[in-house]
């Protein structure tokens, strides 16, 4: 099966600070992944160079078989991407949110309606397009950016803590909702420190300290216990051995 996304040996630093070292992992293409690490682990840095709102030279990048190094722009056309920060205008209504950010990705006309439309239709939202974004709550808000995040129909939707600040029921309706995504085949990889938003059968890959720890399927990264403990005791190690203990 081909690859949405490979992360080879890639390494990023602020300063003296090491926040990725030498991560590696790769996400086939229609798989759910969770990319599960706590608070500082480093997700928000690798989202960062996902999107190329960071640059590195330590390593290898590639989307959809695109080197984000040597063919950013066809890369990032792969990319659809929701960011843990809402980025909506809420003075505008759910269709002019969409159709401007069609425009940015070269969409118009007929073209830019039928990818609105099918966007809203996947996320249940077509029938708030009228609607101002400002009336929305918060789990409709977050329905309608990853709606956004559809609209020029790209390989890999990138989410980075999507469910924070939600109320339980969001939080539920919108993992339902792109697990559902991926199971109609688009590639996900939702960065998360949230364990009860992954599924059993869900890819994971364990990010502690800027490192790997594991990658496998949740299940089999359970055991005969649950994901969390699992999670608790691999985190726990890698602090002791990076303590010297």
């Not at 759910?94 to 966007?119: C, E, P, T, W």
């Amino acid at each position: 099966m081909s690859e949405a996304l490979t992360l080879r040996d890639v390494s990023f630093s602020y300063g003296p600070k090491r926040a990725l070292d030498g991560v590696s992992f790769s996400l086939e293409a229609g798989r759910f992944c969770a990319l599960l690490g706590p608070n500082g682990a480093g997700k928000s840095t690798l989202f960062a160079l996902l999107t190329r709102l960071l640059v590195t030279r330590q390593g290898v990048i590639r989307v959809a078989g695109h080197d984000m190094a040597r063919e950013p722009r066809a890369a990032l056309a792969k990319i659809g991407v929701v960011f843990q920060q809402p980025t909506l205008d809420l003075d505008m209504t759910v269709a002019r949110n969409m159709s401007y950010f069609a425009a940015l990705h070269g969409l118009s006309g007929r073209a830019a309606q039928a990818s609105i439309d099918g966007a809203l239709d996947r996320l249940e939202m077509r029938e708030r397009a009228g609607e101002k974004v400002r009336n929305l709550n918060g789990g409709h808000r977050r329905r309608m950016e990853i709606a956004r995040a559809l609209v020029h129909r790209p390989e890999l939707l990138l989410l980075d803590e999507p469910t924070v600040g939600l109320d339980t029921a969001s939080r539920i309706a919108i993992t339902e909702h792109v697990h559902m995504l991926a199971g109609q085949g688009l590639s996900v990889l939702w960065c998360t420190h949230l364990v009860d938003e992954i599924a059993p059968q869900d890819d994971v890959v364990v990010l502690h300290k800027g490192r790997v720890l594991a990658q496998d399927r949740a299940e089999t990264l359970a055991g005969s216990g649950t994901l969390q403990d699992a999670f608790m005791r691999m985190t726990a190690r890698d602090a002791a051995v990076g303590q010297g203990a």
